[in-house]
């Protein structure tokens, strides 16, 4: 493995941490014994190829799937082996914002963002629920629309209303599964400004999976590449820009092997 790490402080615990985690699914291992810590403040992004395990690492950090081996640590604790009802009040600390947005359909963009509110503790008053939901949306930009379905939004505003909803209950932890899949530059560039937007002004660690090199480059503090299950660069954004591995390069410049051109019968130029 070839690999830059972040150093680890003496002096503070890392808000996620993951040890020697081992993922498989039937046969197929997905990810291979990986050891990473991810540091208060701070964004990563967990970049590679299609099927190379990020979607699956990122829902380790919240336990939505389980290691086969290893330890999922939040703040110090071990969180990987607790039941449901022992990781509810974990889980209130640490946003998700799904591929898809997974807004509910049949639920106004107020009631969705409310969801995560009444789901983990009892309702705030009529007009706290009004002041929470305004103010979340005011910091993605979308205060007016509490009233529209998700069916009536486009889909930047669905992502960005899924963002306001990750954050309903002040999250110290923000997971991003590819914010920015399916959109066009100029909504993708909004998606990478609010992430950079909640990282400065509420203080959160936030780990971004992303295919998007533009949006990594703009948002990371550091990038941790994965293939074949493994972490093969971990480091700022110079670093991985200058990084020698071949398979680094290939993908960080769109390009395939003379292996893939190959077997396409295509000749390089």
């Given amino acids: 493995m070839i690999s830059q ?3 680890k402080s003496s ?23 990986i050891s990473l810590c991810f540091a208060k403040g701070k964004t990563t992004a967990i970049i590679g190829p299609s099927g190379c395990g990020k ?56 009631e969705n963002i409310l969801f995560p509110v009444r789901q983990h503790q009892k309702g705030p008053a009529f007009k706290d629920a009004d002041d929470l939901v305004r103010n979340k949306l005011t910091m993605v930009g ?4 509490q009233d529209y379905y998700p069916a009536n939004l486009s889909g930047g505003q669905q992502k960005r209303v899924a963002l306001a909803r990750a954050i309903a209950l002040d999250p110290e932890v923000i997971l991003y599964d590819e914010p920015t899949t399916g959109l066009d530059p100029i909504r993708s560039d909004i998606i990478n400004e609010l992430i950079l937007k909640l990282q400065r002004e509420l203080a959160v660690t936030s780990v971004v999976v992303t295919h998007d090199m533009k949006s990594a480059y703009k948002i990371a503090d550091r990038i941790i590449m994965l293939h074949d299950g493994n972490v093969i660069v971990d480091g700022d954004a110079d670093h991985v820009k200058n990084h020698t591995h071949p398979i680094v390069q290939q993908f960080i410049h769109g390009r395939l092997s003379e292996e893939d051109l190959a077997s396409l019968n295509v000749s390089s130029f």
């Fill in 55 to 110: 979607t699956v690492l990122i829902k380790h950090l919240i336990c939505l799937l389980r290691p086969s081996t290893g330890e999922v640590l939040f703040k110090g604790q071990r969180i990987d082996e607790l039941d449901e009802s022992a990781l509810a009040p974990i889980r209130t600390r640490i946003g998700f914002l799904f591929q898809a947005g997974a807004l509910f359909d049949s639920l106004t963009v107020r």
């Fill in 11 to 33: 002096q503070e615990t890392p808000v996620l941490e993951i040890k020697g985690l081992v993922k498989k699914f039937g046969q197929r291992t997905v990810l291979k014994n």
């Fill in 142 to 145: 979308l205060d007016g629309f």
């Fill in 5 to 7: 790490s972040e150093s």
